[in-house]
């Protein structure tokens, strides 16, 4: 036993003090020491050793004691020992500044320990020791830079003190520059090979840090060796092994976790690994009482941020949001730095995006990227944030940037897909494809939603062999296979059941009881729905029934296979069936504003006007007044009430249109886009006369629908067509029906092609007209009103012909035929006025019958006439043709003669020139000079004389022409006192006409109150009636005309109809994308989790 | 089965054809096709060159319709003007002509054994029957109204019969109108029997299976042919397919396939075991109005054939084999 001997002054005698056995009470030792006045030396010894045994207050007491002033005074000269116990003292404080947690006691003790420490300084300005431990200090006030200067006077003096070189380690270490923290630690293991196993464990640390962690574990485990109760190398161990990410690793980190914890139950760095652990093994009550252990044990910030972590995590995975958002922010609090510990900023980046509040989510995942700017998983969370925020484009910067750089990630790739869909389709059928292949390559199974969006997506694109391949990929094996390949063929049914066919169940039923399983999984259903849907596309309308009838059998609830069953049995004008699909539709949810909006457009095809109105309110107010399809189809229901009204009350239409035009002008003040309503106020507006306006908007309502599959739009072609007809723009009139009828109805719609034949009515085409009519009665025969049309066509078309001021006999001829023709249709239709087929009049139709009859009659003298005058002709043409000979004859004799005088001339010229050449050469003869003027002037003459006599001719030519026309005009002449006389005997027929005239106008009337049991061709013909109107003035016919198109354009206007019609493919291709994209919402939704 | 394109005649009418039919061979001559078209003629072609033998003219307005007589001797054409010309192949000479107003006249047939001519009376709801020894109007078959007040005016166009088909042993006339109902007739006693329902729009082209009596297919323009059991009134397919409205249907002479005319400008070979579409033509490029099968006899027997006619004022021919 280690024993202290304290000289006894004055004497050889000393105390002996067994250190192990020093007293309780540490006053009794001072007496002896203040009374001896032992060496300061042994005061320290005594201070330590009580320190050693814990007994903190002793030592204190003793120090104190032993710095006391007394001490001072007595031991002035004992300085290296004063220094020594302020050291102490000041260490002791420094320690205790450093273990306290509470702030002001802690500063208490700091500025205690400085007291000593200047103390110390003050004694001997240079004693190292003192340096040290001012260093120390500082650095257990976290001043790192002082501290470094103090460690650096005490190793300028002496580079191998050990405690300095620990405590510049330090500095490093806290500096982050670890390889020279590291060769510092290692320079005190040379100086002093038998330091304590902290040492060791700074080296440790400095090669963890440095990442070099076999070294690093050797270190540690040397401590450990040293100081098997060494908890910081047990916990460095412990970690060490739990990031080698492997099950024994972990599992022996953990053992050496517990160890620590065992040994130290307080070491918050254990608590929070443990409390870690615990957390992914969903041991949440054991997470919180270490973690809260922990932060009672710490005041150390980024240990304290790292328990609140642990925390939040608990709380985060448990589902409570509230406190995990606390504890997240109390965590990210602790950091000074986010760079530091970013993992709280992204859990409350998330619990923040949970409770919806997306900015503050924002700034904390940016904060995140910002340290780890390629993190996937952030940029997608911000994605998500983006799309919250309505930031679509940076949403997909983002998705496509986490895409970019892990261009295995198939989650973002659905992601980015899912927010390209609404925008760039093409691109995200791209996303999803490569999704689609990297899940393939991967081996992992493709969710149905994902190939579902892409089958959507290529039907959207009309790419319907790619789709199907994609829905039947969703939908895999299952009962619908042999549906689909028609192995299944359906049973004979009944054919009087066949009116229920599209409601029929058995088939399934009965399946069932042959012991087929018939099996729908929840998920296939709308990959299924969907592949109905394309075969409907595909014109497989019998496939689709099937596969929406097992949708119904599986789930009786599902609304839209009832609606796409009602659209297929409406499309085959099947409306009672319709109609009974459609009611059930409604009994399972009788809200349903699809449902209703397609009974209405039902009942409307039924002719049930009050009940469609009632029916679009109802689905209108389902969704208040929010459902643009609603009110679009109130707005049309108004229209065809103004133009429907048959007593053509001004007032109710006006009233009426400007309803309607309220209704379509609220559409797209809600939906600027909506092609519908644009159309439907062009309409309006058309209807008002203001067709410059019409015309503008159904050109871009035109441009904007052609380019989607889904939105055929006839209507606005049919419209634009009208307007241009309207304006008196025939031509462009026609190529614009045309066109329609070929690119929407095959060529199949009458209701276009009586348009047509109007047009070229007004245009007085009248072959044309009349073809036309033809094909729309052999389309449609059993609408006689086309026959009428035709036979006032043949009519009109032999009266303009024998009105001809110039007409041949087959004309004429071929203008009986066609009134013969007339005549026929009109007594046809008389006749079969009896059978009640059609509305007409009989006598108006007898009216017309004797028209043409007197026509005819009046017709015959006119053949007459013409062949008379073919025959006069023929003579006339035959004078002609001998008076053209005689003229000839008489021209060659002419000419013969001009030749003859010509060529007299001619020799009399020569003679003279030869005169006057002998003349010449007689002069020249006796000049003997020649000069060259003269000589040109010889030849100009010559020239002169060939000029003129080219002339002369040229001048004969002419004479000659203009005897032609002269001869010609006479003819003229003769003809047009022939048509003269033609003419005398047209005032009659005029006024056969105008008689004629009065009563059509007049039927009129009554055929339109005729016809008003089909509403849609009153309203048509009222429509007609305005648009021809405003034709009139710009046409030539003027009043005449416009009585006559009033009697045979009765065109039953269908534009209101064929647009009810058309809206119903766009309102389907809705249903199939908003299935397509619920799934997609779940799968976003399940991210965010 | 399939279809193999022959020979196409571009502008073979100067309009829109609409009606096509066989000439069975006789034993002077092979079999002649026979069009007629909105350009008020009625042509004669030979097969397989499809070689013009002769224009036919005198009709007003468009030709609707056109029927061979069994014998191959007589056709007789109908237009929209409501006149069925009756006249000889091989001279042209007119036989008769038929009008029984105030009816329309739409599609005709002769009945196989080739002593009665089927017309389609239209408006009248009813199908007119002629003697085709004495052309004598030996019957009228209406259709009856539906029960009820007093039949609409839009009910009765509805009834308007557009289409008419013997069955193979001629007993039974089957007849299609504006409505899509279908009617079946017994011949001998001039009797209607039931309606086959199923149709909701015009029924424009019918045809009984030469192999099974019962059996009678229907082309509707609700873009589906139907296949009725007609005697037992049950619905045995229906087969959907084409884009547009089914214009004409032609049983083939095996009875194995039909093929269909439509306005989706195609033709279309369907093979009946399957009750599938084994093959689409598109050469048309306009509504296809007829398709008919050549019948059986004269020479080349075996070889089969089948025209279609289109508003492309075209006609093709195909090998069907």
Redesign the interface.
């Given at each position: 036993m280690a024993c202290l001997y304290i000289p006894v002054q004055n004497s050889e005698e000393e105390v002996r003090v067994a250190l192990d056995q020093l007293p309780r009470d540490a006053a009794d030792i001072l007496d002896i020491l203040k009374a001896e006045q032992a060496p300061l030396d042994l005061w320290l010894i005594i201070a330590r050793e009580y320190f050693k045994q814990g007994k903190v207050e002793q030592f204190r007491q003793i120090l104190e004691e032993g710095s006391g002033p007394e001490i001072d005074e007595y031991y002035s000269d004992v300085r290296y020992e004063r220094i020594a116990i302020l050291n102490a003292l000041g260490a002791y404080y420094s320690y205790l500044g450093k273990i306290e947690t509470k702030q002001r006691e802690k500063e208490d003790h700091f500025i205690l320990a400085t007291q000593y420490y200047n103390k110390a300084s003050r004694i001997d300005m240079h004693e190292p020791s003192t340096w040290v431990g001012k260093g120390q200090l500082l650095l257990a006030k976290g001043d790192v830079e002082q501290a470094s200067a103090a460690f650096k006077i005490v190793l300028d003096g002496d580079r191998d003190n050990v405690p300095a070189l620990l405590g510049q380690a330090c500095v490093e270490f806290n500096r982050g520059r670890y390889s020279e923290s590291l060769e510092l630690y290692k320079r005190a293991l040379q100086v002093h090979p038998n330091c304590p196993a902290a040492v060791r464990l700074g080296i440790g640390l400095c090669r963890y840090k440095l990442g070099q962690f076999d070294k690093a574990r050797q270190a540690f485990e040397r401590v450990l060796q040293l100081d098997p109760e060494n908890v910081e190398a047990l916990v460095a161990l412990a970690i060490m092994d739990l990031h080698t990410n492997e099950a024994i690793g972990i599992r022996k980190g953990m053992e050496k976790m517990q160890r620590a914890f065992e040994i130290y139950p307080f070491f918050a760095m254990a608590l929070n690994y443990l409390a870690n652990h615990f957390f992914f093994t969903g041991q949440h009550f054991l997470v919180e009482q270490l973690t809260e252990t922990a932060l009672a044990v710490t005041n150390h910030g980024p240990t304290k941020s790292h328990s609140y972590y642990n925390l939040a995590r608990s709380y985060h995975s448990k589902g409570d949001y509230e406190k995990a958002g606390l504890y997240y922010m109390a965590s990210v609090k602790e950091i000074n730095k986010p760079y530091e510990f970013i993992f709280p900023y992204y859990g409350l980046g998330q619990v923040q995006l949970k409770l919806g509040d997306f900015r503050s989510a924002q700034s904390n995942f940016e904060k995140v990227l910002e340290i780890y700017p390629d993190n996937c998983e952030t940029m997608k969370a911000l994605g998500h944030i983006y799309v919250q925020l309505g930031q679509t484009e940076k949403a997909q910067e983002f998705m496509r940037k986490a895409t970019k750089i892990d261009p295995r990630d198939s989650q973002a790739f659905v992601e980015l897909g899912d927010l390209l869909i609404s925008s760039d389709a093409g691109a995200a059928l791209d996303a999803f494809k490569t999704a689609r292949g990297l899940l393939k390559k991967g081996g992992e199974e493709v969710p149905v939603e994902l190939l579902n969006n892409i089958g959507v997506l290529h039907f959207e694109r009309g790419e319907f062999e790619l789709a199907e391949q994609s829905f039947k990929e969703a939908l895999g094996d299952g009962i619908w296979l042999s549906f689909i390949e028609g192995k299944e063929n359906f049973q004979e049914i009944d054919a009087s059941d066949s009116i229920i066919q599209y409601k029929d169940l058995r088939l399934f039923q009965q399946l069932e009881e042959s012991g087929r399983h018939v099996e729908l999984p929840w998920n296939k259903i709308t990959p299924l729905f969907n592949l109905a849907r394309l075969q409907e596309q595909l014109y497989n309308p019998e496939t689709a029934s099937i596969m929406y009838r097992l949708i119904l059998f599986k789930f009786p609830e599902y609304i839209d296979a009832y609606l796409r069953l009602a659209s297929i049995a409406k499309a085959r004008n099947n409306i009672q069936l319709s109609i009974e699909l459609v009611h059930d539709a409604l009994k399972v949810n009788d809200k349903c504003p699809n449902a209703l909006s397609m009974l209405g457009e039902l009942e409307l095809k039924n002719d049930d006007w009050v009940k469609a109105k009632e029916t679009f309110r109802a689905a209108s107010d389902a969704t208040d007044g929010k459902d643009s399809y609603a009110t679009l189809s109130l707005g049309n229901w108004n229209y065809f009430a103004a133009i429907r009204n048959e007593k053509r009350n001004p007032k109710l239409e006006a009233t009426h249109l400007e309803k309607a035009k309220e209704l379509y002008t609220r559409v797209l003040l809600q939906h600027p886009a909506n092609l519908y309503a644009a159309n439907g106020a062009g309409v309006v507006l058309a209807e008002k006369g203001h067709f410059d306006v019409s015309k503008d908007i159904f050109t871009q309502v035109q441009e904007a629908a052609s380019g989607n599959i889904f939105v055929q739009m006839p209507d606005v072609w049919i419209n634009l067509a009208h307007v241009y007809f309207a304006q008196g723009n025939f031509a462009l009139a026609v190529k614009m029906y045309q066109n329609c009828l070929r690119k929407f109805y095959h060529n199949t719609d009458s209701q276009i092609l009586l348009y047509l034949a109007r047009t070229h009515y007004e245009a007085e085409q009248w072959q044309d007209c009349k073809k036309t009519l033809l094909r729309a009665i052999h389309l449609t025969p059993s609408n006689y009103t086309l026959r009428f049309d035709a036979g006032v066509t043949m009519q009109k078309f032999s009266a303009s012909t024998l009105q001809k001021e110039k007409k041949t006999a087959d004309e004429v001829r071929s203008t009986i035929a066609e009134l013969e023709n007339a005549v026929r249709l009109f007594s046809h239709l008389s006749a079969a006025s009896n059978l009640h087929f059609h509305g007409f009049d009989e006598k108006k139709i007898d009216t017309h019958v004797e028209y043409c009859k007197n026509v005819l009659d009046a017709a015959k003298p006119h053949l007459e006439a013409a062949i008379r005058e073919e025959q006069q002709i023929r003579q006339r043409q035959e004078v002609a043709r001998q008076v053209a000979l005689a003229e000839e004859a008489r021209r060659k004799a002419e000419e013969h003669r001009k030749f003859q005088l010509e060529r007299r001339k001619q020799e009399d010229e020569l003679k003279r020139v030869r005169q006057q050449e002998e003349h010449f050469q007689r002069v020249k003869e006796q000049w003997k000079s020649s000069t060259p003027g003269s000589k040109r002037r010889e030849r100009s003459d010559l020239d002169d004389e060939e000029g003129g006599n080219s002339e002369r001719r040229r001048r004969k030519g002419g004479k000659r022409r203009k005897k032609d026309k002269s001869s010609k005009t006479r003819y003229e002449t003769e003809e047009a006192e022939a048509d003269m006389m033609d003419d005398q005997e047209y005032p009659e027929d005029e006024d056969a006409n105008l008689n004629y005239r009065e009563p059509t106008s007049q039927n009129d009337q009554d055929e339109a109150e005729e016809n008003v049991a089909d509403p849609l061709a009153a309203a048509g013909l009222e429509d007609s009636d305005a648009e021809d109107e405003e034709a009139a003035p710009s046409s030539t016919a003027g009043r005449r005309r416009r009585a006559w198109s009033e009697s045979d354009d009765d065109e039953p206007l269908q534009r209101p109809l064929s647009r009810e019609n058309s809206t119903e493919p766009q309102q389907s291709d809705e249903e199939v994308r908003e299935d397509g994209h619920k799934p997609n919402g779940n799968a976003v939704s399940d991210d965010e989790d | 089965m399939k279809l193999a394109g022959l020979k196409s005649v571009e502008n073979a009418h100067d309009?829109?054809v609409?009606a096509a039919t066989w000439v069975p061979a006789t034993e002077t001559r092979s079999a002649l096709l026979l069009t007629g078209s909105?350009d008020e003629t009625v042509r004669l072609w030979s097969s397989d060159e499809l070689v013009l033998e002769r224009t036919n003219t005198g009709h007003?307005?468009?030709v609707?319709s056109v029927a061979a007589h069994p014998s191959g001797l007589i056709a007789a054409s109908a237009s929209?003007?409501?006149f069925v010309r009756v006249f000889d192949v091989d001279t042209n000479a007119t036989i008769a002509t038929l009008e029984a107003?105030?009816s329309?006249v739409?599609q005709l047939r002769f009945n196989p054994q080739g002593s009665t001519l089927a017309v389609a009376g239209?408006?009248?709801a009813s199908i007119k029957l002629w003697d085709t020894a004495t052309w004598d109007l030996i019957a009228t078959l209406p259709i009856p109204r539906p029960e009820g007040p007093k039949?609409?005016?839009?009910s009765?166009?509805?009834k308007?019969v557009?289409s008419v088909a013997w069955s193979s042993d001629g007993k039974r006339l089957a007849c299609g109108s504006?409505d899509?109902t279908i009617s079946i007739f017994d011949v001998a006693r001039a009797k209607f029997l039931h309606h086959?329902?199923?149709?909701?729009?015009p029924v424009r082209s019918l045809v009984y299976s030469p192999i099974e009596p019962r059996l009678l297919f229907t082309a509707s323009?609700?873009?589906?042919v139907h296949m009725?059991?007609a005697e037992g009134?049950?619905?045995?397919?229906?087969?959907?397919?084409?884009?547009?409205?089914v214009l004409s249907v032609d049983v083939s002479p095996d009875g194995a396939a039909i093929a269909t005319g439509?306005?989706?400008?195609t033709v279309r070979l369907w093979d009946l075991s399957?009750?599938?579409a084994v093959q689409t033509m598109s050469n048309h490029t306009?509504?296809v109005w007829g398709v008919a099968f050549r019948p059986p006899g004269g020479s080349g027997v075996r070889t089969g054939r089948l025209a279609s006619v289109s508003?492309d004022k075209s006609i093709s021919l195909y090998d069907y084999s």
């Open positions: - | 309009d829109s609409w909105l007003c307005l468009g609707a929209l003007d409501s107003p105030p329309e739409w239209g408006g009248s039949p609409s005016d839009k009765g166009s509805k308007f557009l504006m899509g086959l329902e199923g149709h909701f729009m323009d609700d873009m589906h009725y059991d009134k049950s619905l045995v397919g229906a087969m959907s397919g084409h884009e547009s409205w439509s306005s989706d400008r399957m009750r599938a306009d509504q508003d």
